[in-house]
C-alpha cells in the first residue's frame, strides 16, 4: 500500500521570502509519479508541479519548485518569493504507473503574511 | 475550454436519504474519478471510471456506487446516506488512465454534501 505523509499541518510565510513544504511518501513501486496540488478557501484544486520518478532532475514552474530525493522517498516544495495568493491548502499527491488511484497526504495550510 | 464541472454546488440531506452527483469531464477526457474530502483531510479515492468502465474502487462501502456515461460524464451515488458521508466531493479528469502515464488529474469545484 502506498502512504503519503505531510508532517506540517500549517505553515506562514512572509511575502516575498522562501518557504518549503516536506512530503513523504512510502511505497514498495519503482515508476510512479509525484504531485503537488493547490486548494485556495473554497475553491478548486489546482495542480502546482509534477514529477516523473524516472527523471532525475528536478521539476520546476516558475517560482515553485521541487526537491526529489527518491532514496529517501522524499518531495519537498520550495515557493520563492512567495505571494498572498500563495495563501492556500497543499496536497502531495502520489499515483503508481501500475496504479489506478491517487493517494494524497493530510496537507499543509500555507498563509503568506503581508 | 470549460474546465471540469459538477453539480449540485451544494446538497443538504437527511440521514437515510439517498443522492446523486454529477460530473462533467474536460473535453476529450476519458477518465473520472471521484474522491471524498472530510473537513481538514486530503481527498480519499472514491472510484475511476475510464471508457464507461470501473477501473479502481476505494475503501468505500457498497453505498457508494458509480457510472460513467457515453459521453463521459459521470455520477456518484450514495445510498442509505450516514452524517459521516457529509464532505466535499470532488470529481477529477484525465485524458487517459490515471496512473499508466501519470496524466494530471483536474479537479472540479466540488459538491459540497451536508448530512443532517
Known amino acids: 500500500a502506498q502512504t503519503v505523509t505531510q508532517s506540517q499541518p500549517e505553515m506562514s510565510v512572509q511575502e516575498a521570502e522562501t518557504v518549503t513544504l516536506s512530503c513523504t511518501y512510502d511505497?514498495?513501486?519503482?515508476?510512479?509519479?509525484l504531485f503537488w496540488y493547490k486548494q485556495p478557501p473554497s475553491r478548486q484544486m489546482i495542480l502546482v508541479i509534477r514529477?516523473?520518478?524516472?527523471?532525475?532532475q528536478n521539476a520546476t514552474e516558475n517560482r515553485f519548485s521541487v526537491n526529489f530525493q527518491k532514496a529517501a522517498k522524499s518531495f519537498s516544495l520550495k515557493i520563492s518569493d512567495s505571494q498572498l495568493g500563495d495563501t492556500a491548502m497543499y496536497f502531495c499527491a502520489f499515483i503508481a504507473n501500475t496504479g489506478n488511484q491517487f493517494y494524497f497526504g493530510t496537507g499543509t495550510s500555507l498563509t503568506v503574511i503581508p | 475550454d470549460a474546465g471540469v464541472t459538477q453539480s449540485p454546488t451544494h446538497l443538504i440531506k437527511t440521514r437515510g436519504q439517498h443522492v446523486t452527483l454529477r460530473c462533467s469531464p474536460i473535453?476529450?477526457?476519458?477518465?473520472v474519478s471521484w474522491y471524498q474530502q472530510v473537513l481538514g483531510q486530503g481527498p480519499q479515492f472514491i472510484f475511476q471510471y475510464y471508457e464507461k468502465e470501473e477501473r479502481g474502487r476505494g475503501n468505500f462501502p457498497d453505498r457508494f456506487s458509480a457510472r460513467q456515461f457515453p459521453n463521459y460524464s459521470s455520477e456518484l451515488n450514495v445510498n442509505a446516506l450516514l452524517l459521516g458521508d457529509s464532505a466535499l466531493y470532488l470529481c477529477?479528469?484525465?485524458?487517459?488512465?490515471?496512473?499508466?502515464?501519470?496524466?494530471?488529474?483536474?479537479f472540479g469545484p466540488g459538491t459540497r454534501l451536508t448530512v443532517l
Open positions: 514529477q516523473e520518478a524516472y527523471k532525475q
Open positions: 477529477a479528469s484525465s485524458s487517459r488512465l490515471a496512473g499508466g502515464l501519470g496524466d494530471t488529474q483536474y
Open positions: 511505497t514498495s513501486e519503482n515508476n510512479y509519479y
Open positions: 473535453s476529450g477526457h476519458k477518465s
